[in-house]
Structure formats: C-alpha cells, structure tokens
C-alpha cells in the first residue's frame, strides 16, 4: 500500500474529502452541538422560548428516577456486553481457525441475518418467546412441563433482543483481530514446547484484545440506545433511557429536556469509550508489543 | 498421546458447535416468521394447522402497504447512492492520503458509528426541527434521507476501506508508463480493481437503509417507511401479515446477496488468472 501526501491546495483532495466533510459536519457535528445549546432553553406552553436557563439541568439532577432508569440502562448495557463478547468470542475463534471450507458461506449467512430489518426480527422474538409461543411448544414436546418459560415483557426477553441485535458488532471486531495474528508466533509457541492450551492463553488471546475491546466498547455505546427491544419484547414494563427520551419528545413535548437526557445519554458513552482507550494504551504499552 | 488428542477433538467440536449454536441463534426468528407466513389461521401460536397464501394476498391489500414499501425504495435507493460515492472517496482518504487534519477527518467520519441510532436521530431531529421552524419546512422522507446517508456512510466507508487497503498500485504505475493519462488510469485501471469493494458496499448500503428504523422513525415525521409500517401495525395487536411482509422482505436481500457473492467470486477468478498470467 503506497502512501500519498497531499496538500489542500491539491484539487483532487479536496474533491475526495470536502463533500463528506461537509456532510457529516453540517448534519452530524453542528445538531450535536445544537442538542448541547438546547438544554440550556426552557419551554412554555409546548413551546420552545430561547433563553440561557439552567432550569433543565437542576430538573435533570433533582429527580432520582431518571437516574434510576440510567443506571438500569448503564446495567443492562454491561450484561449485554458481558454476553456478547462470552458469545462472539468462540464463534469468531472458530471461523478464524477453523471451518476453513464453509467459512465464506458462513460470513454471508451472518451478515444476512444482520442486514434483515430489525424490526421484524424482534416481531419473530416475540412469536419465540410468548407465553404460547415456539420456544415453550419445543420445550413441552421434550418433555418439559407445559408454559415453562416466561420471557416475554420481562427485561431477560429485553435483554435476548439485545444480545441478538448486536452480537455480530464484536463478531466482526474480534474476527478481523485474530485473521491478523501472524501464524508464525502461535507456531513458535508451539516449538518452544506450549501447549494449545497455554498458547491460546498466552499468544492468542493478548493479541486479540484490540477486536475484543472495540466490540465490547461499541457493543456498550449501541446498547445505551437499545429502544425497540425494552419496548417490544421488554412490553415497557422496565423502561430504559431511549424511552425516557422518546416520551419528553413526544408526550411531554419538553425538547429541553429530551436533548439535555440525550447529553447524559452520550455522555455515558463517551467516558467509557475514553476510560477504555485509556486502559487498552496501559495495557498495550506495559506489556510491550511483541517482537 | 491419546488423551491429547481426544480433548484436541473435543475442542474443535465444540468450536464448530458454537458456530452452529450462533446460526441457529440468528435464523430462529427469521425461520419462525417465515414459517408462520404460511399459516391458514389468525393466531400466532404452534402447531401450525394448514397451509395458505390468505396473509400474503391481505398483505397486499392493505392500503398502506405499497406507500410504504414505494417510500422504502425511494429512501434506500438515494440513500445508497449519496452513501457508496461518500463512502467510497472517504475510504480512499482515509487509506491512500496523507493530509493536514486528516485525524480530524477520521473522526468527524467515523464518529456516527459510535452512536446509537435513536440516539443520532434526536440529534438530527432537533437540528431539522430548529431548522425547520427558521427556514419553514418539516420532517419528512427529504431527511430521513440525510439520517440514511449519516449513519451508513461509516459503513460503506469501511467495506470499501478493506478494499483500498489489499490494493496493488503496481498496476496503475504499469498503465501510466503505458502512457494512460489519469482519468483513464482511473477509469480503466483503479475503478475494476476496486468495484468489488464499492459494489459490496452498495448492498450493503440499500440494505441498511431498506430495514433501517430508528433513524426514519425519528425523522420521517408522517410519511412512513416499511419498518415504520411494522412498528405501529405490531404495537396494535399481531398478524399474520407482518410474517407474510418478513418473507416477501427476505426475497430481495437474498437476491442482492447471491449477485454480490457471484460478482466477488468471478473478480477473484479474474484476478488469480491475471496473477498467473503474468
């Protein structure tokens, strides 16, 4: 791969990098920056008035039930994380080092599933899980007693939904990891005597932290979002953040205090993308890159 | 000796299981929809009794359907187009330059991929709704276009930026000292060896965008897209259309996914014989 050094006053570079540029700048950078200016406007009567009020931010923080619910969201997040990254990993290692003639069947497959709308396959979770549904019908016809599972409108079904939604994020993130570790280092593991065990845990694993700790840490950010999931298959019995915000929107039409919900939301986000990089960096620079 | 080999077996088993778990995992609610598509009776449960079309023929009956699905494809179609041409400059500046504030540029493109769709579309919403209210227009399918081209931008990016990475630029050096001049460098040497990439990257573009739902539902104000149409048809009571819908949904995609896999092998072929060749 060559690389090209290119200066601004080069007309094919500015063709290349202005137009996305300046989308993602008007349409992405600047309405984030309105949202920050947003929470410090008030309301009345449905209306937006604009002034510099810290009215919003003293709600914001004075009410323990909004805190509640972005603790549960924060909650929830991790265990899908936790499950995920447990889910992922062995399926990535498998198509990574094994498979090796099915493997491109197998990407297509999942990348399939992954660009089905999401919203019909929560719908297809829900014809699972029901009191009635296919997962308690398999379950009777085995033998086990009749309604056994009772996952639907609970936050374990929420939390399936999630797990299926987003498991492919840290597939791919962990995949591309180990596809990239050089073979010669697991075989000199080999010839210095380790088992596959011990060189699995000591060549194999280190070196895949990047994928593990980007899919963890996307797997966390798109979590915080999670809105179909609690909604349908959780039945809203235990709301998350994405409906405390999609409710100051549309019921309580306070656009205040949705975009000031909205920076907490993201802010979450960002501190632990932060604290992440911050520890992958120790880690990476402690242990020192293998020779 | 035995034993070692033995739990060696036993490991691989139990890789390959997972990834079999995994698929079952991903295709359980998509078998049970399509499944129950073929169901001759209103409710939703095992065992299914009798086979009919009845769901499919209601499907298309029903008088907000085909606004939805022609309101998909519009949305889908310009959304690709904006985010594969984006997508495709982006990953070659990302790649292949070297530039002023080029860090800047990474993050200002990848960003969008960090952040949960609900949460991109209030962003978005509130900047069209203060936008709206100064210059006088409303939300509608005009930004759930602009949502699209946002959040599948990244990606697209990062399909063809996989690309550009493996690229050989030994070839376009060979035709330019053939005497090419740039644009057909382009045209007859660079775009074929990375139209794998891009093409890719469409699909995967319109089908993003064709399924996506939380970035329409907050922005398309009162026109509706296909998801948006199963959202507010599931939040009042199930049906058997919308297993009908998932199985009608699926027969595009797959599709678009069997030419892309066609295209893809027959690059390679060309390419390894052009290695051979040469």
């Known amino acids: 791969m060559r690389i090209e050094h290119k200066s601004w006053n080069d007309p094919v570079l500015v063709a290349t990098v202005a137009p996305l540029a300046l989308a993602m700048v008007a349409f992405f950078l600047i309405p984030l920056l309105m ?9 009345q009567y449905y209306r937006l ?18 805190w509640t619910i972005m603790m549960r969201t924060v909650t929830m997040a991790l265990v899908c994380v936790v499950l995920t990254v447990l889910i992922a990993f062995p399926a990535a290692y498998a198509l990574a080092t094994r498979l090796k003639t099915f493997k491109t069947q197998i990407q297509i497959l999942i990348i399939f599933a992954f660009l089905t709308d999401a919203v019909l396959k929560t719908f297809g979770w829900i014809l699972i899980l029901d009191k009635n549904g296919v997962a308690n019908w398999l379950l009777m016809h085995v033998g086990f007693p009749p309604e056994m599972l009772n996952l639907l409108f609970t936050p374990a079904g929420t939390m399936i939904g999630m797990v299926y939604n987003l498991v492919a994020y840290p597939m791919f993130t962990i995949y591309l990891s180990l596809v990239r570790i050089d073979r010669d280092l697991i075989l000199a593991a080999y010839d210095a005597g380790a088992s596959r065990i011990r060189t699995f845990f000591e060549v194999t694993l280190p070196l895949s932290r990047p994928g593990l700790y980007s899919g963890a840490v996307l797997v966390f950010v798109l979590s915080l979002g999670a809105f179909l999931e609690p909604k349908v298959l959780g039945g809203g019995t235990s709301p998350l953040a994405s409906e405390l915000i999609r409710q100051s929107f549309e019921t309580r039409v306070n656009w205040p205090l949705g975009a000031a919900l909205t920076v907490v939301l993201i802010a979450i986000g960002a501190l632990m993308l932060a604290a992440c990089a911050a520890f992958a960096l120790r880690r990476t620079s402690s242990t020192g890159r293998p020779a | 000796m035995m034993s070692q080999r033995m739990r060696n077996a036993l490991v691989d088993t ?4 997972t990834v079999v778990l995994l698929l079952v995992f991903f295709y359980a609610p998509i078998a ?4 129950f598509s073929f169901t001759s009776s209103r409710v939703l449960t095992l065992p299914i009794e009798g086979f009919s079309l009845q769901w499919y023929g209601e499907l298309f009956d029903k008088p907000d359907f085909w606004p939805a699905v022609r309101n998909s494809a519009a949305v889908a179609t310009v959304s690709t187009i904006f985010a594969t041409v984006l997508g495709t400059a982006g990953a070659v500046a990302w790649i292949r ?5 080029q860090g800047t540029f990474r993050a200002l493109t990848f960003a969008p991929l960090l952040f949960p769709q609900l949460l ?6 509130l900047w069209f709704s203060v936008l709206g209210s100064w210059l006088g227009f409303s939300t509608g399918l005009a930004t759930v276009i602009v949502g699209h081209v946002v959040y599948i931008t990244p990606f697209a990016l990062v399909v063809v930026a996989v690309q550009v990475y493996g690229f050989d630029e030994t070839l376009e050096d060979a035709a330019r000292d053939a005497g090419a001049s740039g644009w057909e460098v382009f045209r007859e040497v660079t775009f074929p060896l990375l139209w794998p990439g891009i093409f890719s990257a469409a699909i995967f573009s319109f089908l993003l965008s064709w399924g996506n739902f ?21 939040a009042v009571g199930s049906s058997p259309i919308y297993p009908a819908l998932a199985t009608v949904n699926l027969v595009p995609a797959l599709l678009l996914v069997i030419i892309a896999e066609v295209l893809r092998r027959r690059a390679l ?4 014989s052009g290695i051979s060749e040469s």
């Open chain 2, 269 to 272: 072929k060309r390419q390894a």
């Open chain 2, 14 to 17: 139990m890789l390959v299981g």
């Open chain 2, 214 to 234: 939380y970035v329409s539902y907050s922005l398309a104000g009162t026109a509706r897209t296909l998801p948006i149409f199963v959202y507010s048809g599931i």
């Open chain 1, 49 to 66: 008035v604009w002034t510099w009020d810290l009215k919003i931010w003293t709600e914001v923080f004075s009410k323990p039930h909004y």
């Open chain 2, 97 to 101: 330059y070297r530039f002023r504030l």
């Open chain 2, 120 to 125: 991109l579309g209030v962003v978005m919403l």
């Open chain 2, 32 to 35: 049970t929809l399509v499944a």
């Open chain 1, 35 to 43: 949202t920050a200016v947003l929470t410090f406007q008030t309301t």
